[in-house]
């Protein structure tokens, strides 16, 4: 595995390529938008992990800012064996001005990828020291058995030994499993909440700081939990609430990853894990997406406040942008939108999707997604008031004619954006896509 990376962290060295291309940015009149000159190269990078095939592909889903100021990427790829492309998943770090930090992991990146697995990207944080926790699958070939894994790297992108050698999430060992990673969280006092589910039921894990059980939390620090009332659920986020809550957002089925959901759903459990009666009807609340829409949630983000703030799309004739704020009690916040929803049509006709939200310390909110159709989308980023009105958007490509989809948005401290996901791989002899980052100033 060492030479293994250490191949693979020479070819992004050498890979990592800048994406200023011949195409024209698609602004509208009104934006204040601009791309920044001074991050990479026109503002845009794209980072790819080759193999000896034509045939490989790497998704950026999460973008932070440590407080060195370093950017930290992480997403998934893909590596070729005997038996196909195997996925795992990569840390990236870059300089603020984009280039590749050598400081950070080995030469610039942390891979987890093994030849006999695919090794999924499913969650993943970043604390106040910029180190990072994230969740993974790891589903083990020939035998086909899912376990959970849990990785903590250090602000410079090494892997927590200390942490690794205590956690211990699902099935740890040997023998055919069925665990899978649904969501990961950090409460206040730095303990870890992990959920997963193994043979259709969930399971929520407590974890200490340095990765051991938490045994005053269920049984050794395990908890089994029920969503009855909306079997099999599909969840979008978990959140630790400061009171040491846990509130769950999720759509209640009937689920179609086309369409969507007619309904969503909030559940809060107590700091113990049981429901928390003084929530919605005992712990639930069905929210309907609206009259003749279904929509998908993606993003779940807990304000300052304590109120609740979501972002997705909604489908009829065609996809919108959709947002919605709820009080800490699970009431519509009628402060924002109207009634507590904003839909809002950046694209008439076409698909304008919010992937992630960030919103900065006057209240006000960026989105990012994707603007168009699957087969040429675009980076779209949009600014709303702390209320729900629309200020401002932009849309661009990365390379002219091919898709650009933004996963996730993030400010920094001195306000510029950064907006991270994936687009089709510039080098149109290889099929498949390359992470993708741009950088915006207002």
């Known amino acids: 595995m060492t030479t293994s990376r250490s191949r693979l962290s020479s070819s992004i060295a050498k890979s990592i390529t800048t994406s200023l291309l011949t195409c024209a940015l698609l602004l509208p009149i009104h934006a204040a ?27 950026a889903f999460r973008v932070f800012v440590q407080p060195s100021n370093r950017i930290v990427v992480g997403g998934t790829f893909t590596n070729s064996t ?14 603020p ?22 090794t999924s990207f499913s969650d993943a944080l970043m604390y106040a020291d910029g180190s990072t926790l994230r969740l993974s699958q790891v589903f083990r070939l020939p035998v086909g058995s899912s376990t959970v894994r849990t990785v903590r790297l250090t602000a410079n992108g090494a892997e927590d030994g200390v942490f690794a050698s205590n956690v211990s999430i699902g099935p740890c060992c040997f023998g055919f499993f069925n665990a899978r990673p649904v969501q990961i969280a950090v409460r206040s006092d730095g303990k870890i909440l992990a959920l997963i589910t193994d043979q259709g039921e969930y399971f929520l894990y407590r974890l200490n700081p340095d990765g051991t059980r938490d045994t005053t939390f269920g049984t050794n620090g395990v908890l089994g939990i ?5 079997s099999p659920a599909n969840f979008v986020d978990m959140i630790a609430l400061s009171d040491g ?8 089925p009937p689920y179609d990853f086309t369409n969507g959901s007619s309904e969503f759903f909030f559940a809060r459990l107590s700091e113990t894990g049981n429901w928390d009666k003084s929530f919605g009807r005992v712990g639930t609340l069905r929210v309907p997406f609206g009259p003749g829409v279904t929509g998908n949630i993606r993003k779940a983000l807990l304000q300052a406040d304590g109120k609740i703030l979501l ?24 402060t924002f939108g109207n009634d507590g929803v904003v839909i809002q049509d950046l694209a008439p006709g076409d698909t304008d999707v919010a992937n992630s939200l960030a919103i900065s310390p006057d209240g006000k909110i960026r989105i990012a997604g994707q603007l168009g159709p699957s087969s040429a989308s675009s980076f779209l980023v949009a600014r709303f008031s702390g209320n729900g009105a629309f200020e ?26 950064l907006v991270a996901g994936y687009t089709r791989n510039p080098n149109t002899s290889i099929t498949g896509s390359v992470m993708a980052i741009a950088r915006l100033t207002e």
């Open 245 to 252: 809550k846990i509130l769950l957002v999720g759509h209640v």
């Open 82 to 95: 005997p038996d196909g492309g195997l996925t795992g998943v990569a840390f990236v770090g870059l300089t």
């Open 97 to 118: 001005t984009g280039g590749l930090d050598s400081g950070f992991g080995s030469g610039g990146s942390a891979i987890d990828w093994r030849s006999d697995a695919f």
């Open 311 to 334: 972002s997705g799309s909604v489908t009829s004739s065609d996809a919108d942008v959709w947002m919605a704020r709820f009080r800490p009690n699970g009431r519509r916040d009628t």
């Open 226 to 230: 029920v969503f009855n009332k909306f």
């Open 33 to 59: 938008f601009t791309l920044d000159t001074t991050f990479s190269s026109g503002g845009r990078l794209t980072i790819s992990f080759p193999d000896s095939t034509s045939t490989y592909t790497s998704q």
């Open 392 to 417: 401002e958007q932009t849309s661009f490509p990365f390379t002219a004619g091919q898709y650009a989809v933004a996963s996730d948005i993030t400010l920094q401290p001195d306000g510029k954006l």
